[in-house]
């Protein structure tokens, strides 16, 4: 069982930048994908960014050009910038591991963007 360890959410205002990581206690031979997905109160939740194994990185439209995913093969630490916030960024951000048959979720970490 894999265990996703999520930090960096935080208030800021419009225009402004966070830069949220997750640390998995292991990684799953399986593991296709890892990225994080958001949902805000009342809404669906959707895709914001993925990075595969072999660094191929997708992003919702929306963010493309914002928001920044990456991964550190080292530490195996999955990090997301996020620049120029806007308010309808504001959800809870949930790292997630997606593996053949299965896949892992983080507990979820707020990020509000705010005056």
């Known amino acids: 069982q894999v265990t996703l360890m999520e930090s960096g959410g935080g208030s800021v205002q419009p225009g402004g930048s966070l830069r949220l990581s997750c640390l998995p206690d292991?990684?799953?031979?399986?593991?296709?994908?890892i990225g994080w997905y958001r949902q805000a109160p009342g809404k669906q939740r959707e895709l914001a960014a993925t990075?595969?194994?072999?660094?191929?990185?997708n992003y919702a439209d929306s963010l493309k050009g914002r928001f920044t995913i990456s991964r550190d093969s080292t530490t195996n630490t999955v990090y997301l910038q996020m620049d120029n916030l806007k308010p309808e960024d504001t959800a809870v951000y949930y790292c997630?591991?997606?593996?053949?048959?299965?896949?892992?979720w983080g507990q979820g970490t707020q990020v509000t963007v705010s005056s």
């Open positions: 292991e990684v799953d031979a399986n593991m296709i994908a």
């Open positions: 990075i595969t194994r072999s660094g191929d990185a």
């Open positions: 997630n591991m997606d593996c053949d048959f299965y896949e892992y």
